[in-house]
T-cell receptor
Framework: AQSVTQLGSHVSVSEGALVLLRCNYS??????LFWYVQYPNQGLQLLLK??????LVKGINGFEAEFKKSETSFHLTKPSAHMSDAAEYFC??????????????FGKGTKLSVIP | EPEVTQTPSHQVTQMGQEVILRCVPI?????FYWYRQILGQKVEFLVS????????KSEIFDDQFSVERPDGSNFTLKIRSTKLEDSAMYFC?????????????FGPGTRLLVL
């Protein structure tokens, strides 16, 4: 079985400040990892994903995340927050093989507010 | 850019009634999914569908639920007899293949309220 924990249901940052959204996972096998963003009244949009290869993954809108196997983490960062980054962010895992490998398992989400 | 669409955006129904939620996946995608999010809770997987068969389903997806691809474009989720606890946002998603590294593309959701 797999699970995802996102620390902080709400995070507020000032415009221009570092964004750090935390995600930890547990999984019976090494999973693939995803970050999705949801803007108001829109669907979930993929920001970035880790499957294989380089553990530092770059995504859209200046976001990046680093897969740390030893810490079972996949934290999302952006050096400088923009007002348009205000949204809800979801971390998700997917098993690479076997039963349950079709589904994404999501965290509860972190709502990011950006203060002008 | 191609996108997944869902109709209706909102639906209100009475307990015990049947509802059908509709989705149009991205046209060249072959795998389809339904997820739901009860207010304040996690997005949860319901079912995946490929080649007119369910490939995987969760414990939530009981006999009250069914999925269908009635034609070449639509993918539907039917709830036969709605319960209060079915009130949630329902998301449809699609992907080109079922591989675990494949991106699932999500629609905007249908908010279902059961009274």
């Amino acid at each position: 079985a797999q699970s995802v924990t996102q620390l902080g249901s709400h995070v507020s940052v000032s415009e221009g400040a570092l964004v750090l959204l935390r995600c930890n996972y547990s999984s019976s096998v090494p999973p693939y990892l995803f970050w999705y963003v949801q803007y108001p009244n829109q669907g979930l949009q993929l920001l970035l994903k880790y499957t294989t290869g380089a553990t530092l993954v770059k995504g859209i809108n200046g976001f990046e995340a680093e897969f740390k196997k030893s810490e079972t983490s996949f934290h999302l960062t952006k050096p400088s927050a923009h007002m348009s980054d205000a949204a809800e962010y979801f971390c998700a895992v997917r098993l690479t093989t076997g039963a349950g490998s079709y589904q994404l398992t999501f965290g509860k989400g972190t709502k990011l507010s950006v203060i002008p | 850019e191609p996108e997944v669409t869902q109709t209706p955006s909102h639906q209100v129904t009475q307990m015990g009634q049947e509802v059908i939620l509709r989705c149009v996946p991205i046209s060249n995608h072959l795998y389809f999914y339904w997820y739901r999010q009860i207010l304040g809770q996690k997005v949860e997987f319901l079912v995946s569908f490929y080649n007119n068969e369910i490939s995987e389903k969760s414990e939530i997806f009981d006999d009250q639920f069914s999925v269908e691809r009635p034609d070449g474009s639509n993918f539907t989720l039917k709830i036969r007899s709605t319960k209060l606890e079915d009130s949630a946002m329902y998301f449809c998603a699609s992907s080109t293949s079922g591989g675990a590294s494949e991106t699932q593309y999500f629609g905007p959701g249908t908010r279902l309220l059961v009274l």
